[in-house]
């Protein structure tokens, strides 16, 4: 039986050989790079037609697309991630998180940006002091409930 | 001799007193309103001008001015953030940092996004299943060097 | 300036004083004792005109009401509750955290309760073999965007 | 010798191969779905004729009907859990904790809800403004003892 | 308001002053010294006349009677206590926690001892090899619920 | 090479196939059920007469003999057990550690309840009120040195 | 009422105003440098003819010596300390903590070296390749119990 | 590739075989008890010709000479040792930690002990009221450099 | 598949039975000695060119020179390092943090000094009271951004 | 009785409000930037004459030579820091430890770089692509003792 984790490294493994990005994977089944790359990660579920659909075009066996198309369970390691791309994110919610807060309630009142009706974009943007990246989040208002 | 935490305080009171809203501070002294609010909760230094200028307007000590200035020391209590509206994105760090370091490097090279020379928008957008927010990170691509 | 700490301890000690329960307290102002209780512990916000209305028949000072209909920021100090009757709310949902998950998304799909458009009511159910507590929760179910 | 572990991966097998949902699953041997669930998950030891039966019905080696019927070591690896589905009860208990023992002794003394003379429903309640999730736990009051 | 906190310092003030014995304090109202001294450490809260009666014979202000009858919130500060006389309670857990639930479960089925309708006592017992300490801990057995 | 973790297996899996209590096991070697308990879990050792015994009782390699006779280096997993039948003696610690202290210095000295010279029996107690679990431990006191 | 630590600083205020060593303080109440000086930081206590005697030689309010000879908590903040002159022993017992068992169980049997029934001496010894510090610790050895 | 694990295995099992202590083992290679075991252990490295020996002596294969001669990485799991014979000396640094620290410094200056220059010897010593454990340490006293 | 830590164990086998220096791997494909160390134990990404020359030149598998270009994800186990001579590098950050936080900044402004585009040396200096380590870090300041 | 911290306090608002670096303070006691600023920060011991220097000219209170020129202890408050300019160099421990290891070890042989016997420089230096911080650190090589 495949899990998650074994469907990754087929993913990375195929990746590798027929030198695919991210990109193209994600194009190929016309989903969004984020999704696409993080549900290959085995974070995220991809809808079944879409999880065949992947597992066909890199040629990995059909039990693949059915793993894809399961309802994960999201878990990492350690709360301060140590890979600096990664711990760089985590130092912002440190350092922006009550700022994040006090406009989110500023602008919308008593309540949270979700992390489940979400959805995020990564770009690369050129400019003469240097490239950047542009990292854009966007979640679903929820506020709330009193009773 | 006010410290960064005492400065913080007396914005909050002044805030409540005067009914005044975030955007309307960072309005007052022409900066964004994600940046302002981190100074005035003593995660950034304004620049000199701007930090007198906020302590007029707000009416703090003419010292309120030169601790908004100083330099932070940036201090968080704890790993995991409790309050949900902040969680959400410690979660988000979770469940798509790798994702974001696959996509950052697939899209630059090997290297990081910059939380230093970093800028962030918080925005409210309307939708018709439910307003939703938007947070737009940029930072500058920083290459790993090689020697 | 008044914190939501500082109110905390004027309730419990007028509570204490007055000789009243979390049920009458929350009766007169007509909302739900979960509720109102987990506003004066700090953990939610009230309606502005039931805050007001709180802080009178409680005979609080004004500023009181203000406070009580800010917005709060949730905080808890360690990850492993101590109290024993918190803790076993711990164990339960270390118990059966897998479990509820398996069966929120075998009957809704990929996605969550939600615990912010969330309710919860606390009862005493008489029985034979000793009485019963029951906490009944309802969230609403989020699904996870595929974008 | 079969463990607690290995039956778990059977279960989920057979469950996937047979396209079985756990509330089949428990309707098979007349129990309910929180409980059968978290015992298939090794969280529970189920009564052995139950265990046979549950066996039997899904295919599996006998020697997984002795195994079910053992009585587990209840184990988790992380205090706060990193699942969003998960972790949104953990939540829960950091913000409504102390707002359950206030009202748990209010009503009834210094005491307790017991979590092993307990039970647990899950049910998806449709409503116009979106479909919720109820949890509604039950569990024998227990009174601290002066001696 | 007295906290549970303060009243501990006064009985450990009056206890000095007076040279009382925890076994004497006990005496005095009646019940336990196991009991008697959580009570005073904040740990337990005694029945309002006992409770009443001890501030009486301590010379305490009235209202420590109150706080002593009041529903404690149990906490403690590390999970692995310093102190060596408590650490090897710590210790003995560790080694033999296992072992406790092999013969617990053996002897009565699926299910724990409780720790909430529970009594302990502490006595010492003469013998030629150097005196022993013997605890002895009573709780009532309770079986896991099937449903 | 057999470790302590592979006889323990072996136990359990003869225990099982055998039929056999812990009770039964350490009548046949002549020791109590709590140390032939701990010693099979790998957390104490048995004199080298008595763990031959075991061993040829049990049909174990000659070799499980010599293993069950080594010192053990007790160890464990996490300072908070989660099996709720151990997490109990641990809230025991938890809120009864101080209490032990006071009153094992008040009846004897500086010191402490040794954890090394030291024995413990489990027993079942019948109770109109429900059965009841009696944990006795016995550990010679130990006083500070003072030099 | 003095506590420990009131003690400790009153110590710490009369020792540097006069001058004083840990040295001249212990030989002043005829007991070692180890055990009085650890006395006075509050993690020992003195016999009670003894802690009166440096309560008078140094100054101190009667009650201090009081306070030297209550049994004290003992209590430290971190589990790794960070002073670099005390992290080198934490280094020590983590390189060395299975050598020290290995050995000691090897010239003694199935047991440890007692922390309680203990004392230790700290010294200079001059060497021509630089001066050494040499500690000495002696503790009773004591057998585990088999019952 | 043997590991330093690997060959802590082999001299384990080659010791148990032939009945052999450490002490002979340190003799036959003319070094110290501790430090050889340290060695073995994989805490520290034997010059290349005792490593060699050793490996001859034990008759281990030739390869295990040079890893005993290998510089170890020494690494530890747990800040906690959980084993009661290696807990006692952590709890002696953490009772004595500070007064090491002050008589290190008053009779030295400001400095430490070294544990990288650094010997350490146990021995049982007899005595009437029963035998004790000595350890003896000694480090080179290390100046903090000023500049 | 290889990974980043297969690579490590080949080169270190490779090195150990050629009795290579990692300086003279460095050499081999002339980069730094830091760098490539870092690189071969999966720290850090050698260019593609290089990455090959080393594998041939250690007679590596083709895949290795794949696997040393790939960009890795940094990683490490513990906090607070284990091994002495690791450790004293995380106590010089714990000593001197603040020091080297409040130099950078008064020499530069408010900023860090980056991590990224970053190098280092390490070198053995010759010295008449016992030879030094020299170990030079530089790296790119980056002034915060203000906007 | 002046503290470490009430000195730090001290020096810090002498220096706001003299307007003087840490460099000219260093100079002005003839000692270099990084010794004297951890002096300061409470993490170093002057010198008794350059410590009453210092309390000279920058106008403190005698006793603050005194408190300058004590041992102090040495802590800090987490081992992973938040500020962003401390965390690179914890990063950078994390990320070239055990290179830093592998490089001492090969220059050297089995020993580590001491922290007890060590400077630090802090520089910038000008670079037409952005100035770039040094900082170097030097130690004296210790060698492991083998007994």
Redesign the interface.
């Known amino acids: 039986?495949l899990s998650k984790k074994d469907v990754t490294?087929l993913v990375?493994?195929r990746k590798?050989q027929a030198g695919l990005?991210?990109?193209s994977i994600a194009d190929g089944i016309g989903?969004?790079?984020?999704?696409v790359?993080?549900a290959c990660?085995g974070?995220?579920?991809?809808?079944r037609d879409k999880a065949d659909l992947l597992a066909t075009q890199l040629g990995l066996p059909q039990e693949a697309g059915?793993v894809l198309a399961e309802?994960p369970?999201?878990?990492?390691n350690r709360?301060?991630?140590?890979?600096?791309?990664?711990?760089?994110?985590?130092?912002?919610?440190?350092?922006?998180?009550?700022?994040?807060?006090?406009?989110?309630?500023?602008?919308?009142g008593?309540?949270?940006?979700?992390?489940?009706?979400?959805?995020?974009r990564?770009?690369?943007?050129a400019?003469p002091?240097?490239?950047?990246?542009?990292?854009?989040?966007?979640?679903?208002?929820?506020?709330?409930?009193?009773?």
């Open positions: 039986m490294e990375y493994e590798r990005s991210w990109a989903m969004s790079e984020v999704f790359t993080s990660l974070m995220n579920a991809l809808p059915v309802y369970t999201k878990t990492w709360d301060v991630p140590t890979d600096p791309c990664v711990y760089r994110f985590h130092e912002i919610v440190g350092v922006y998180g009550d700022t994040l807060k006090e406009l989110i309630q500023e602008k919308c008593n309540g949270i940006m979700s992390a489940i009706d979400f959805d995020m990564v770009e690369r943007v400019s002091k240097g490239d950047r990246i542009e990292v854009s989040m966007s979640g679903k208002y929820l506020a709330y409930n009193a009773w």
